[in-house]
């Protein structure tokens, strides 16, 4: 794909993921604390199958800094720092060795949001995060799962419009 078409399609990607975590901002909580069905990992998910790791790290940088810059706090910028650095490197790992679908890889994504998060929790507010892990882990599965089947459709729907 040309340069220029691979910077516009980024720059659609950004905005479609800081769309999407407005968007997620507005829904009600599902009642467990940092749980979130993670929207905007969908346009990040598509930038590293259509692109590679750069432009999803690209993506997913630009989504978290006008998130903070416009709804956040520097500790919210901290936990999606920490979640979206290890969510993208697992993501990235499990695209490369090319044994898992979309789908299995937004859930391991989403599992290493939160896992992340709890990283940056540890950090933030010493021991005893992880007793919540667990609930995270399958909340991250389920979300992942679901944005990784979108994803797929989205990512076979743009490829083919890219041959045309």
Not at 28 to 35: E, F, N
Not at 42 to 63: C, M, P
């Amino acid at each position: 794909m040309p340069n220029t078409r691979r910077i516009a399609v980024c720059g659609v990607l950004s905005a479609l993921a800081f769309g999407l975590s407005y968007l997620e901002m507005l829904l009600p909580s599902p009642g467990i604390v940092g749980a979130k069905l993670g929207l905007a990992n969908l346009a990040i998910l598509v930038a590293l199958y259509l692109f590679s790791w750069r432009e999803a790290a690209a993506v997913s940088g630009v989504r978290i800094l006008l998130s903070w810059l416009i709804f956040g706090s520097f500790t919210s910028l901290i936990y999606s720092l920490a979640g979206g650095l290890v969510s993208l490197i697992i993501m990235s790992l499990l695209k490369k060795i090319d044994i898992f679908s979309p789908v299995g890889v937004s859930i391991a994504g989403g599992v290493g949001h939160n896992f992340g998060q709890m990283l940056a929790a540890l950090a933030i507010l010493g021991t005893g995060v992880f007793g919540y892990l667990p609930l995270l882990i399958v909340t991250g599965a389920i979300s992942g799962a679901i944005i990784g089947v979108v994803a797929t459709i989205l990512i076979k729907a743009l490829r083919k419009v890219g041959k045309t």
